[in-house]
């Protein structure tokens, strides 16, 4: 079970959340928020990042147990991704928005298996847009 409480105060240790009513954030979506959870912020504390990794694989052991892989949302959730994997001794990849332009082209970075139960790892949510183009791109690839 997680304790959503203390990652809550973990957070507002390390002031990664930031209220601003008059002066709403702007997200990735376009969304207007009062509230914004800078979780970069988070890796710069290592007792505390080690905490939230904690908490976070408690989640993915309890929720997804027959996870074979871990996929990392490009730009923040691969960190988050990376760690959780390294945690809970779980192959790891992670998804571009879009294939490089160089190099092999590469939109997967990573070794998967076609078939493998993927856990996609996102460092925040609003619509979803990008976590279900990181899905869309997994099922054409490793779910085929």
Known sequence: MTDAKAVAEKLLQVNAIKLNPETPFTWASGWKSPIYCDN???LSFPYIRDF???EMCNV???KFPEAGLLAGVATAGIAWGAMAADQLKLPYIYVRP???EHGLGNQI???YE???KVVVIEDLVSTGKSSLQVVDVLRNRVWK
């Open 40 to 42: 970069r912020k988070v």
């Open 52 to 54: 939230i990794k904690s």
């Open 60 to 62: 993915i052991f309890d």
């Open 98 to 100: 879009k294939p490089k």
């Open 109 to 111: 970075e990573g070794f």
């Open 114 to 116: 076609i078939g493998q």
